[in-house]
């Protein structure tokens, strides 16, 4: 199995434009979840998906955050308009089903640079 | 609200010394606990997961307790090898969907 897919892997835009991060999960997973990474406040969970339904988002920093799950084997996170605040790495990670045994397998990250 | 800390922030030991990295969380009403390893410009790799029930597991050269009365989890690793050099995030599970809330984590430098 090819793992966690994300692209791009590196993203460097301009304040105000439209940012949009792409995940792929395992193959057969029915759990998805954002994570952005900053060495000031280091991994936080922004949003988790269970059967392709949004279950918490209250980790979502603010309106001009949103994600989407369309189907199994794809999400979205956008950012409009992104700021230099936004600058960090994100991560998504699936797994298998949604609960407290499930090992979360993640991809190798989104590296956001917004000027 | 639910607090990882990870002490200390980063470490540097010589190649064959044993090792260990801490991790400690304020609510003890966890599911479980998960130790992670993270290599510079790459995902996070799961390396031990601990259910609230036990006490222990163990992976190889890798071993992790957890204390959930004291809310304290150690990640022992053996006879380090400079492939061990990485940072290290510890997170436990806040909720029954799985969501994590992470330490900072320790990076961890073994010279050869």
């Known amino acids: 199995d090819a793992g966690v897919i994300q692209s791009p892997r590196h993203e460097v835009t301009e304040m105000g434009q439209e940012v949009t991060l792409r995940c792929k999960p395992i193959?057969?997973?029915?759990?998805l979840f954002w994570y952005r990474q900053t060495m000031m406040r280091g991994l936080e969970l922004l949003i988790y998906?269970?059967?392709?339904?949004?279950?918490?988002d209250s980790g979502m920093p603010e309106d001009r955050f949103s994600a989407k799950m369309p189907n199994a084997s794809f999400s979205t996170l956008k950012i409009q308009p992104s700021e230099p605040r936004d600058s960090a790495v994100y991560f998504c990670?699936?797994?298998?089903?949604?609960?407290?045994?499930?090992?979360?397998?993640f991809g190798p990250g989104t590296r956001l640079l917004v000027l | 609200k639910q607090e990882v800390t990870q002490i200390p922030a980063a470490l540097s030991v010589p190649e064959g010394e044993n090792l260990v990295l801490n991790c400690s969380f304020t609510d003890s009403a966890i599911y479980n606990l998960q130790w992670f390893r993270q290599d510079p410009g790459k995902g996070l790799t799961s390396l031990l997961l601990i259910q609230s029930s036990q006490r222990e597991q163990t992976s190889g050269r890798l071993n992790a307790s957890l204390d959930k009365s004291s809310g304290r989890s150690t990640l022992y690793i053996a006879a380090s090898q400079p492939g061990d050099s990485a940072t290290y995030l510890c997170a436990v599970i806040g909720g029954s969907q799985g969501n994590l809330i992470f330490g900072k984590g320790t990076k961890l430098s073994v010279k050869p």
């Open positions: 193959s057969g997973h029915n759990s």
């Open positions: 998906f269970n059967n392709n339904v949004p279950i918490d």
């Open positions: 990670a699936s797994s298998l089903a949604a609960g407290r045994f499930e090992t979360q397998y």
